[in-house]
């Protein structure tokens, strides 16, 4: 199988879905910024680039970031 690891992503969010793992998003978040890190590029809306857009590029990881924190700290009863 080619995409195996986009099949198992995809099984792995019905499940997070059915049996509401929050902490899933988390993660799923976390492979993204490695993603976004690894290969300088964001696709949100439309692609942007570290070269052509640095501020924006930054500024949007640094959200990702937070986001994927906020979620984990969340599932972890930390801001509670």
Not at 15 to 32: D, K, P, R
Not at 38 to 65: G, N, Q, R
């Amino acid at each position: 199988m080619d995409k195996w690891k986009t099949v198992l992503a995809v099984g792995m969010l019905i499940g997070a879905v059915i049996f509401e793992w929050n902490w899933f998003w988390g993660f799923i978040v976390g492979m993204t910024l490695w993603h976004m890190l690894s290969a300088e590029e964001i696709h949100f809306v439309e692609t942007v680039t570290k070269k052509e857009h640095p501020k924006l590029y930054w500024s949007l990881l640094v959200i990702w970031m937070t986001i994927g924190v906020y979620t984990i700290a969340q599932h972890l009863s930390i801001l509670t």
